[in-house]
């Protein structure tokens, strides 16, 4: 069973930076393609980021250059690195498998504030 513990969010000044994370387990985490979602009230859930068993990265256009996904295969942890935060970077963050997401975890709400 797919089991993700997202972490990592809380509120920061615009300019600001957060790193995210996400414990991962269930499944076999250093083959697996990976991906950060958002999600804002009254919209639905949009990728990120995500990053290939490889390593390799693509980024949502609003967040490139900004935001940097990264992997731990000895932990099965991803991560998010957020910089030069905006307030239209406010959501709740997810993490996942990127081509099959499974059940959603909770979630780590970013509140970025002007």
């Known amino acids: 069973q797919v089991q993700l513990v997202e972490s990592g969010g809380g509120l920061v000044q615009a300019g600001g930076s957060l790193n995210l994370s996400c414990a991962a387990s269930?499944?076999?985490?250093?083959?697996?393609?990976l991906a950060w979602f958002r999600q804002t009230p009254g919209n639905s859930r949009e990728w990120v980021a995500s990053?290939?068993?490889?390593?390799?990265?693509n980024y949502k256009d609003f967040v490139r250059g900004r935001f940097r996904i990264t992997r731990d295969d000895v932990n099965s942890v991803l991560h998010l690195r957020m910089n030069t935060l905006k307030v239209e970077d406010t959501a709740v963050y997810y993490c996942?498998?990127?081509?099959?997401?499974?059940?959603w975890g909770r979630g780590t709400r970013v509140i970025v504030s002007t």
């Open positions: 269930g499944f076999i985490f250093r083959t697996a393609a």
């Open positions: 990053i290939e068993a490889t390593g390799a990265t």
């Open positions: 996942n498998l990127y081509r099959y997401p499974a059940g």
